[in-house]
């Protein structure tokens, strides 16, 4: 299941994933990430042991509050201990005529299924709930489709988990880890079918033709997805 990755989290997003100061659903995303990639699975246990190191060297009397901050980012970080790992009862995700292997954290995330909705030329979307600041969302491209020229008002981040895609950016291929910002305008498009998991941070924004109509539905979506996240 281990593929190399061309684009990956920078070093400080690995920095904050190992200290578990993330979103839930940033987390995920990472972890998914680092599962296939070998590359970022060395460098985060290199980054986790400096953190150790350094919280231990802490002076005692500031041990304290950290040690409890630590737990608690430990208790809420999204990785899978084995008896969890049992647990997961959804390790395919089945796409036309073929299946495609989940990392464990997302197969975990998935695993109390998931409602995909067509948004239209040949784009599916199910939407997960991990946490009260993201919107997370499996997101299936069939061959030959497009998204709407769009940007963000925030971030943006997709995981590549089957196939490819491309924009005026470069082109991604499973296991590549790619951000956008607000300065990023683009336009992804797949020719082989690709599936993807994304974290936004704020909704998007399409910039072009009659898609730009829909912009206020992409606010509510977004909104909605966190008042719904609330009770997760």
Same mark, same amino acid.
């Given at each position: 299941?281990?593929? =190399? ?29 680092? &599962?296939?990639? =070998? ?27 950290? !040690? ?8 809420? @970080? ?13 390790? &395919? ?18 695993? =109390? +299924? ?5 948004? +239209? ?18 997101? !299936? ?30 082109? !991604? ?12 305008? @683009? ?32 606010? !509510? ?12």
């Amino acid at each position: 299941m281990i593929n =190399e990755a061309n684009f990956h989290p920078s070093t400080e997003l690995l920095q904050k994933f190992a200290a578990g100061t993330l979103s839930g659903g940033m987390n995920v995303a990472i972890s998914a990430h680092v &599962e296939l990639c =070998e590359l970022c699975r060395k460098q985060t246990s290199e980054l986790e042991a400096k953190a150790t190191i350094d919280w231990l060297q802490t002076p005692a009397d500031d041990n304290g509050a950290e !040690y409890s901050d630590m737990i608690a980012n430990i208790i809420s @970080h999204p990785q899978l201990n084995k008896a969890e790992e049992k647990k997961s009862i959804l390790s &395919e995700m089945h796409m036309l005529d073929h299946s495609v292997s989940l990392p464990k954290v997302l197969a975990k995330a998935a695993a =109390e +299924g998931l409602v995909w909705k067509k948004l +239209g030329g040949g784009i599916n979307q199910a939407q997960i709930s991990l946490d009260d600041e993201t919107q997370c969302e499996f997101i !299936y491209m069939q061959p030959g489709s497009q998204t709407p020229v769009h940007k963000h008002q925030g971030s943006e981040v997709t995981l590549v988990l089957d196939g490819s895609f491309s924009d005026e950016l470069g082109q !991604y291929g499973r296991s590549d880890f790619i951000m956008r910002t607000s300065i990023d305008v @683009h336009q992804p498009r797949s020719d082989e079918g690709c599936l993807c998991f994304a974290v936004l941070d704020k909704p998007l924004t399409f910039t072009k033709g009659i898609a730009r109509l829909l912009n206020p539905l992409n606010n !509510y979506r977004f909104k909605k997805a966190l008042s719904q996240n609330t009770n997760f």
